[in-house]
């Protein structure tokens, strides 16, 4: 069976049925790669949690509404994806996951954002499309490795000055977003002077917005 393969690092399980993993998944201690995109999972299997050598986890497109604290004892995930889901709150454990490259939260229920989100100072893509928030915490600017923030279809009325201190971004979106029937767009009407200070942004995606001046 699958499970004997011990050496097996990568997985991919997407578009199936799943509502649950069997028990003999922590077999699998080598795999690295495990994709369970569109199943029918209303809560994490703790078999996952034993998967120790995961390093990227794509959970996106399942039922979930909330995430135990143990998903972020998995300290070696690089990369992960939780979209379209029914998230609406992160656990403070979050700020665990060290070495964490890229975090996609698109798609989902929040309408804010917890501090620890802001202590993943590896953190290098972070999409928050398709959510109800309205704002940035200060603390945002404490991602100083970021380079990628996708912050579409939520209810944003200005672009937020914290922003501009994150210095290595090169690829900003803060574009209009319609799905399934249901429109979401944010509502930005100028762009302030301290936009420059972006400097090696080459990436800037604000279409449909209500902007009439750009200082």
């Not at 004997?4 to 080598?30: A, H, S, Y």
Request: aromatic share 8%.
């Amino acid at each position: 069976e699958i499970f004997e393969l011990k050496i097996l690092q990568c997985l991919n399980l997407t578009w199936n049925n799943l509502k649950e993993l069997p028990r003999e998944f922590v077999k699998l201690k080598n795999l690295q790669n495990l994709d369970l995109f569109g199943n029918r999972l209303l809560e994490l299997p703790k078999e996952i949690f034993e998967l120790n050598n995961i390093q990227n986890l794509n959970l996106s497109k399942n039922g979930l509404s909330e995430l135990p604290k143990e998903l972020f004892e998995l300290r070696n995930l690089r990369c992960l994806s939780l979209s379209r889901n029914r998230l609406s709150q992160l656990p403070k454990e979050l700020l665990e996951l060290k070495n964490l490259q890229s975090l996609d939260l698109s798609a989902n229920n929040f309408s804010e954002l917890p501090k620890e989100l802001f202590e993943l100072n590896n953190l290098q893509n972070l999409n928050l499309s398709r959510n109800a928030l309205s704002q940035l915490p200060k603390e945002v600017s404490k991602l100083k490795n970021l380079q990628s923030l996708d912050l579409s279809g939520n209810d944003f009325q200005e672009l937020s000055k914290e922003l501009f201190r994150l210095s290595r971004l090169s690829r900003l979106t803060f574009s209009h977003y319609i799905s399934e029937n249901k429109e979401k767009a944010n509502k930005i009407k100028i762009i302030p002077n301290e936009f420059i200070q972006l400097t090696i942004l080459n990436y800037f995606k604000l279409n449909e917005n209500h902007l009439d001046s750009f200082y």
